[in-house]
């Protein structure tokens, strides 16, 4: 089994900063990309960015400049750096990681952390 451990949610007032962080940890041969997630009460869960093995970012429209996710391979972990924080960003949000399980695998599978909770206050 592989899983995903996040941390760093909580609440704070708009405009400031929060980190998260998600740690995978369990079978996993090596970690393909990352990315974080996000899911406001009756909404969908919407791609907030992510990270390939090599670096490549992608971000939402809605939090490109003010967000910046990135990674530490040798520790199987994505961070998501949150700055300028709108209410509007106030969702649970999720990491993806992308795992090959084992040294023969020829594709991933993908595993979600927990969820953390992200509340913005005016």
């Known amino acids: 089994q592989v899983q995903l451990v996040e941390s760093g949610g909580g609440l704070v007032q708009a405009g400031g900063s929060l980190r998260l962080s998600c740690a995978a940890s369990g079978s996993i041969f090596r970690v393909k990309d990352m990315g974080w997630y996000r899911q406001a009460p009756g909404k969908e869960r919407d791609l907030v960015a992510t990270?390939?093995?090599?670096?490549?970012?992608n971000y939402a429209d809605s939090v490109k400049g003010r967000f910046t996710i990135s990674r530490d391979n040798a520790k199987n972990t994505v961070y998501l750096q949150m700055a300028s924080l709108k209410p509007e960003d106030t969702a649970v949000y999720y990491c993806l990681a992308n795992v090959y399980r084992f040294r023969t695998s020829s594709s991933t599978t993908g595993y979600w952390g927990q969820g953390t909770q992200v509340t913005v206050s005016s």
């Open positions: 990270v390939t093995n090599s670096g490549t970012t």
